[in-house]
């Protein structure tokens, strides 16, 4: 559907180089080769869960100890102080 579109709007405005400039992304649909090879496995990335954690893990850290620090600010020089009345629920 999207490069249906794409080639419309390619045949509607051949003098808008804006157009042709927008490139799409490769995708391998293809498991064999033209005379019946099999194609290579992709690239597996080794530690990828480890990795994944080791960045995000620390991101969250981070985040949490910012926001913590944040609010005792605020607290501190009573820029936002809770009321005891929010508490009621």
Do not use: C, Q, W
Not at 8 to 18: D, I, M
Not at 26 to 36: K, L, Q, Y
Not at 42 to 55: A, C, D, I, N, Q
Request: glycine share 6%; aromatic share 6%; proline share 7%.
């Amino acid at each position: 559907m999207a490069s249906h579109l794409m080639r419309l709007v390619r045949g509607v405005s051949k003098n808008n180089n804006a157009i042709e400039k927008l490139s799409v992304m490769p995708v391998r649909h293809a498991v064999t080769t033209d005379t019946g090879a099999m194609l290579p496995n992709p690239e597996k990335m080794p530690f990828g869960l480890f990795r994944v954690l080791l960045t995000v893990l620390p991101g969250l850290y981070l985040g949490a100890t910012i926001s913590k620090e944040g609010a005792a600010f605020l607290e501190e020089n009573d820029i936002f102080v809770p009321d005891e009345d929010d508490d009621e629920d």
